[in-house]
């Protein structure tokens, strides 16, 4: 783990690199001379960041009111006890990152208490999870996931198409609808293949027409990642060269998915490693036939989630996704 000082001017591309590079490094906010110690952490193996804050002698950390903020107590060097501040959802964490820096400038350079600093920094911020975005992360990574997706399907079928192809923006069960098979693109940063499926028709195959789950797992990428405004810049761009004609449709695809170019886009993500590609019938599911003596006409909407972790690949995919990349 490496030490830096001079925290104030952490950017997120700096944390980026360390977590895309799975190295852990050790950033203090606070003077070397000055208390409480305010240090920012990046844990061993590029999997977590964290805001560490000593703790008086009969001081307690903070609560948090934040289900996916929590806050404890660790004993680090000579006995010196610290909060330790750090998310439970490793997909909100670039905005967990702005987070750790407001509730460390409030220490830092106004010298409130830790409690107060976080409660000014929740209430200003109203909640970590409402955070105002064009996107949500959920979105923008399941947008990057079938991108990936659209591209690899240019490269068998041609741009036109795979954006004719792309139906999933204008309300359809299915991501992707080829002329002999349809396909549902599931993209999570988690550790574990697990995904929400939004009602039954989802994972449910059109007659006569095979259903292709695809499971695609992001990381950080570092330096070496791609942001969705790089992905989609990169796709319009092969459009308006090889299919002008499919532009509009493009265009009006990303519309519908929530892309907005006017946001700020700095989260790069890569392959965490290659797809999962499952036929729908291998894939843990709810189907009409499991529902058939529930009430249905009662039931307006049906969410669940679904884990394929460690399944095997279906053999025979109409699709090649080996070394499947962000374009």
């Known amino acids: ?5 001079g925290g104030a001017a952490l950017s997120w591309s700096t944390v980026e690199h360390y977590l895309g590079e799975g190295l852990g490094a050790s950033y203090r906010l606070s003077a070397a001379d000055k208390h409480p110690v305010v240090s920012y952490e990046i844990g061993h193996g590029g999997r977590d960041i964290a805001l560490f804050v000593e703790l008086g002698r009969n001081q307690q950390p903070p609560r948090s009111s934040l289900p996916a903020v929590r806050i404890d107590q660790v004993v680090v060097h000579k ?10 959802q490793v997909e909100l964490m670039r905005d967990f990152h702005d987070m750790l820096l407001a509730v460390a400038d409030r220490i830092v350079t106004k010298n409130r208490p830790l409690d107060g600093a976080f409660v000014e920094t929740v209430e200003g911020w109203g909640s970590l ?17 079938e991108l990936s997706m659209l591209s690899r ?20 069960e299915h991501d992707f609808a080829l002329v002999d098979f349809d396909i549902e693109v599931k993209t999570t940063a988690a550790e574990r293949r697990r995904h929400v499926i939004h009602g039954i028709g989802q994972l449910q195959p059109a007659p006569d027409r095979p259903l292709w789950f695809a499971s695609l797992r992001l990381t950080r990428g570092g330096a070496g990642g791609r942001t969705l405004s790089e992905s989609v810049h990169a796709v319009r761009g092969a459009v308006t060269k090889q299919a002008p004609a499919a532009l509009a449709r493009l265009n009006s695809a990303l519309e519908r998915s929530g892309w907005s170019a006017e946001r700020e886009d700095d989260e790069r993500w890569t392959p965490r490693d290659e797809a999962l590609v499952l036929a729908a019938e291998s894939v843990p599911r709810l ?35 080996a070394g499947l990349r962000l374009p």
């Open 153 to 172: 399907l240019a490269e068998r079928y041609g741009w036109q198409t795979a954006v004719e192809a792309w139906t999933g923006p204008y309300g359809e």
């Open 1 to 5: 783990m490496t030490e830096s000082a």
């Open 79 to 88: 006995g010196l006890r610290m909060a330790r501040i750090r998310t439970t």
């Open 287 to 321: 189907s009409p036939e499991l529902l058939a003596a529930a009430t249905l006409e009662r039931i307006s909407a049906v969410r669940y989630e679904t884990d394929v972790t460690g399944l095997a690949p279906t053999p025979g995919a109409p699709v090649d996704l």
């Open 129 to 145: 999870l409402d955070r105002p975005r064009a996107m949500s992360v959920e979105r923008r990574i399941g947008l990057l996931g």
